[in-house]
Every structure is written in structure tokens, then in C-alpha cells.
């Protein structure tokens, strides 16, 4: 069954550098655009960044511009987040799914549980 796993998050201090790592399971993710987003506490879910099913990046949100790297392994099914210069206002729960709509399972739309990544000052 299709499925998305985040990985690789936790707490970093200011400055400090992560790289996450979302899973697919299924043969969508070799065909589908992919996009990293997060969530803060209150705030709505914001697409960080978005790459092409063949590895082009489509966008970056300006607060992670020249900061954030997104790529993929069609190969292995996963694709990568690498955050550096991290700020405390990255700190949120980060998710990855389908572009430009998310994953549909079942007729219900699915999303992993995340990984949290925490920036401390």
C-alpha cells in the first residue's frame, strides 16, 4: 500500500544543520512532483519547497531560499530535505507528500506523521 515516512528530524541549535528524508512506498513517487512542507504550533501547513518527478526543483519558499536543498532518489524512492543556517522559526513538524495535490489512499487524502525538527537559541 502507497505510503509516505519522514525521517530524520530532532534538535539542532541555531546555525545548525539537518537532513531530513521522506520514503515512499508504491510506484507513485517516480511519477509524481514531490514537495516538503511544515506545520508550527498555530499556524496553518506551508509548502517549503517542491521538486519535479525527474529531480528539477520547482520552488522554495522565501523564508528558506539559499538555506534549504530538496532533492531525490528516484532509485530508492525517498527524497531529501537539507536544512542549514537553521533558525528557530524553522522549528515545526515536517511533512513530505505528492505535488501539486496530496496523496489520495482509499479515496482519503494521506499524510505521514511527520518528523519534528526543533531549532533552540
Known amino acids: 500500500q502507497a505510503q509516505l515516512v519522514e525521517s530524520g528530524g530532532g534538535l539542532v541549535q541555531v546555525g545548525g544543520s539537518l537532513r531530513l528524508a521522506c520514503t515512499a512506498s508504491?510506484?507513485?513517487?517516480?511519477?509524481?512532483?514531490m514537495g516538503w512542507y511544515r506545520q508550527a504550533p498555530g499556524k496553518q501547513r506551508e509548502l517549503v519547497a517542491e521538486?519535479?518527478?525527474?529531480?528539477?526543483?520547482?520552488y522554495y519558499g522565501d523564508s528558506v531560499k539559499g538555506r534549504f536543498a530538496i532533492s531525490r532518489d528516484n532509485a530508492k524512492n525517498t527524497m531529501y530535505l537539507q536544512m542549514s543556517s537553521l533558525k528557530p522559526e524553522d522549528t515545526a513538524v515536517y511533512y513530505c507528500?505528492?505535488?501539486?495535490?496530496?496523496?489520495?489512499?482509499?479515496?482519503?487524502?494521506?499524510w505521514g506523521q511527520g518528523t519534528q525538527v526543533t531549532v533552540s537559541s
Open positions: 521538486i519535479t518527478s525527474g529531480g528539477s526543483t520547482n
Open positions: 507528500n505528492t505535488r501539486p495535490t496530496a496523496l489520495v489512499i482509499n479515496g482519503r487524502v494521506h
Open positions: 508504491g510506484s507513485f513517487f517516480r511519477y509524481n512532483a
